[in-house]
């Protein structure tokens, strides 16, 4: 049974374990050399980075993003739907085998091809991308690189990718199991995995790991701060905190509550015509201040990215279980 699943599963696993292999070799050129320059410049390497080096660090992200969303349509959709589309599961089922070691075989092969080549692509990327993630978190000021931490980032690197790729496969499959249909099954296994792509980092992803918070003064030198939405909005940047992930932040007034920015703010920065000087946006900022209005910031430190990964993958993993549990159940009771 392992030998006929792998035989029917072959090319489309050679196809991705060629891709990572040939990114392996790229990144394999030119990794050494980002290395030697993070060694001599330290954090300044955010501003010396070539243009080549920047586009190999965005080609790296899509890569990991992409393989657990092209596994769950390519792998785990057509996987058992392609079967019960044709027809051809009977033959399996007469042949002595049951639906629950066909579908365990079937599973088990995929998930663990599903992980290992997330796995090596992640590790490859990791590893390319480790000294710029380095100079990043060590506080080297850039607007182009994102910290571990940084919801971009954070799905390309570690042990994260793996549990992505379970989950993804397995989705695929259960998808497949219910729709019955290869191409409905693998437009939906897309959609919902992007979906919970979404919604984990915005939603699940902060609570995972303990928070920290701090409290920024609103005044010209109290640290940066922007002004957002018609002057309805302060944001405070935590750059005395590298590589930190600010995950909420809300405008405190002199009790210490939270509170809308007040209008005499907006009215401050009025102007008849173009924007504020910034002698003016100054003043405004430090009258806000001196009303006792202060930032207060809720993030995740750099130190938490571990706690963060193995939580992350926990919760993946177990989803995947939860899946192949359900995977288990409609094949017995629901497909004929």
């Not at 998930?111 to 390319?128: C, E, K, Q, R």
């Not at 182009?144 to 931490?149: C, H, K, M, Q, V």
Request: hydrophobic share 50%; with cysteine.
């Amino acid at each position: 049974m392992i030998w006929l699943s792998w035989r029917q599963f072959r090319t489309q696993a050679a196809v991705v374990f060629a891709a990572v292999a040939v990114l392996a070799v790229i990144l394999a050129g030119t990794g050494p050399q980002l290395a030697d320059l993070y060694r001599t410049a330290g954090s300044g390497l955010v501003d010396q980075v070539s243009s080549a080096d920047q586009t190999l660090y965005y080609t790296g992200l899509l890569v990991v993003y992409a393989v657990p969303a092209v596994i769950g349509m390519f792998w785990g959709a057509p996987l058992i739907a392609r079967e019960l589309e044709t027809g051809t599961h009977y033959l399996a089922w007469n042949q002595g085998v049951t639906r629950t070691r066909w579908l365990a075989t079937r599973l088990g092969l995929g998930a663990a091809a599903s992980m290992t080549a997330a796995g090596l692509t992640s590790l490859a990327v990791s590893w390319w991308s480790s000294p710029i993630d380095r100079a990043v978190n060590g506080g080297g000021a850039t607007d182009t690189y994102f910290a571990r931490l940084d919801p971009v980032a954070f799905a390309a690197r570690g042990v994260v990718p793996m549990a992505h790729a379970a989950f993804a496969f397995v989705l695929g499959v259960a998808l497949g199991l219910v729709v019955r249909r290869t191409l409905p099954a693998m437009a939906t296994t897309f959609t919902l995995y992007a979906v919970v792509q979404v919604a984990v980092p915005m939603w699940l992803r902060p609570h995972l790991a303990a928070a920290s918070r701090t409290t920024v003064a609103i005044e010209p030198d109290g640290g940066p701060i922007s002004i957002q939405d018609g002057a309805k909005q302060i944001v405070a940047h935590l750059e005395d905190v590298p590589g930190a992930w600010v995950t909420s932040q809300q405008t405190l007034n002199a009790a210490g509550q939270p509170a809308p920015v007040p209008s005499s703010f907006a009215d401050c920065l009025r102007t008849e015509s173009g924007p504020p000087a910034l002698q003016q946006i100054d003043g405004c900022v430090a009258d806000l201040g001196a009303l006792g209005y202060k930032q207060q910031v809720t993030y995740q430190p750099a130190d938490n990215f571990w706690a963060l990964q193995w939580a992350e993958t926990g919760l993946y993993l177990g989803l995947a279980l939860a899946l192949t549990g359900f995977c288990a159940w409609w094949i017995r009771r629901r497909v004929a």
